[in-house]
């Protein structure tokens, strides 16, 4: 059986446990916690989750464990078969890591967390969310899913990246990221009825206190 390393906080090992749900695949969940020990190193080169444990070992990286998961797992596509429509929905899961994602994580400490990020820092991230959130408007089909009338790995990138950037824009810069996108805000209610995002949210809002107090022992 498939084991999954991470823990539900995470929105990148949540984008790999809604895959594993959507597809109906058995899996064990394995608690695991970014850590930069001899003993975290030999389940991920980095520390980092999530981390997917198969027959032949670990995989890490979410990009990769989703792509695995899609070319030897049976249950329902994730990815096109076509190749052009395949590196479409690929091209904009990393336009979503790269030009949305990672501006807006540069923001978490403050928006989640209470921490201050330099204005510099910020002025920067907004820049660059603004500019990914247009990139996002052009490519993106929302008809009604992201590449189309079917769900995919871009969306898992979408819901569980745009979301939270959706919260920096409006508790750090006080504007709607998504303004003039209703199709997109339309598909992010749409995934929030979905049953298995809601159990991964419920499964995130009962892990979050502990996670928070973590967090504030770092401090």
Request: proline residues 7%; hydrophobic residues 45%; aromatic residues 10%.
């Amino acid at each position: 059986m498939l084991e999954l390393y991470g823990f539900s906080v995470s929105n990148y090992y949540n984008m790999v446990k809604l895959a594993l749900l959507e597809k109906g695949l058995p899996f064990e969940e394995v608690p695991f916690y970014p850590n930069k020990t001899p003993e975290a190193w030999a389940v991920s080169p980095r520390g980092k989750v999530p981390v997917l444990k198969t027959e032949q070992g670990f995989i890490n990286e979410t990009s990769v464990i989703l792509e695995y998961i899609e070319q030897t797992q049976p249950g329902k596509a994730l990815l096109p078969s076509d190749p052009f429509e395949r590196a479409q929905v690929l091209a904009m899961c990393r336009e979503v890591e790269l030009y949305i994602e990672l501006p807006a994580r540069a923001c978490f400490a403050e928006a989640f967390f209470g921490m201050t990020v330099p204005d510099v820092i910020k002025e920067k991230s907004k820049d660059e969310l603004r500019q990914g959130f247009a990139s996002l408007g052009r490519h993106g089909k929302f008809a009604p899913y992201v590449a189309g009338d079917s769900l995919t790995i871009a969306d898992l990138y979408f819901f569980y990246s745009v979301s939270p950037a959706c919260q920096v824009g409006r508790k750090l810069f006080d504007i709607d990221l998504l303004e003039g996108m209703p199709a997109a805000k339309a598909l992010m209610e749409r995934l929030e009825q979905n049953l298995n995002v809601q159990r991964i949210a419920a499964d995130r809002e009962a892990e979050m206190p502990a996670f928070l107090a973590m967090i504030a022992a770092k401090k």
